[in-house]
T-cell receptor
Framework: EADIYQTPRYLVIGTGKKITLECSQTMGHDKMYWYQQDPGMELHLIHYSYGVNSTEKGDLSSESTVSRIRTEHFPLTLESARPSHTSQYLC????????????????FGPGTRLTVL | KNQVEQSPQSLIILEGKNCTLQCNYTVSPFSNLRWYKQDTGRGPVSLTIMTFSENTKSNGRYTATLDADTKQSSLHITASQLSDSASYICVVSDRGSTLGRLYFGRGTQLTVWP
């Protein structure tokens, strides 16, 4: 089992609150990713990082922001949560220079299920 | 447009039976295809990876096939167990960029009944 952790696992908050979803991995992976997944739908990439101080937006537009100050830590922040942010958020990490095209495996965390009332 | 389509959307089988899940893709240029298992409330876990030159690969009771010409893959589960109840996601990686990117299917929700 991969050593990638997400907290909290479940979060119910009111509209307008600021929240931070934590993701950490102990495998020393340089590449990390955030995905958003709604029930019965595919995963959508919202942010990724190829290393410390490197962050990029993914395919799906998101009002969230991320930071990568340490290799092992990749938190996601919502400044003002809205009901449209209700979803499952999955963090993943990847090791190696070959990347996804080279067959390297992404390891996923257990996810955070966010509900905004 | 690069896409990954899975069928059926959901499937219910009895314990001990076999089943086959399908994946069709249009991703190009193709690099590899993975099948992931995602238990409810958990992150996906890789079952198999297949590259262009591979036709069949097994992992215990899971057997994946790939036909790169027709851009189709299947995942066959033998002698199903209750613990096989999960969503099975087909994920295709391209090689259009240096590090590649992933295209996800919506998954097949498998339920195994006793």
């Amino acid at each position: 089992e991969a050593d990638i952790y997400q907290t909290p696992r479940y979060l119910v908050i009111g509209t307008g609150k600021k929240i931070t979803l934590e993701c950490s991995q102990t495998m020393g992976h340089d590449k990390m990713y955030w995905y958003q997944q709604d029930p019965g739908m595919e995963l959508h990439l919202i942010h990724y990082s190829y290393g410390v101080n490197s962050t990029e937006k993914g395919d799906l537009s998101s009002e969230s922001t991320v930071s990568r100050i340490r290799t092992e830590h990749f938190p996601l922040t919502l400044e003002s949560a809205r009901p449209s942010h209700t979803s499952q958020y999955l963090c993943a990490s990847l090791h190696g220079t070959a990347g996804l095209a080279g067959g390297n495996e992404q390891f996923f965390g257990p996810g955070t299920r966010l509900t905004v009332l | 447009k690069n896409q990954v389509e899975q069928s059926p959307q959901s499937l219910i089988i009895l314990e001990g039976k076999n089943c086959t899940l399908q994946c069709n893709y249009t991703v190009s240029p193709f690099s590899n295809l993975r099948w992931y298992k995602q238990d409810t409330g958990r992150g996906p876990v890789s079952l198999t990876i297949m590259t262009f030159s591979e036709n069949t690969k097994s992992n215990g009771r899971y057997t994946a096939t790939l036909d790169a010409d027709t851009k189709q893959s299947s995942l066959h589960i033998t002698a199903s167990q209750l613990s096989d109840s999960a969503s099975y996601i087909c994920v295709v990686s391209d090689r259009g960029s240096t590090l590649g990117r992933l295209y996800f299917g919506r998954g097949t929700q498998l339920t195994v009944w006793p």
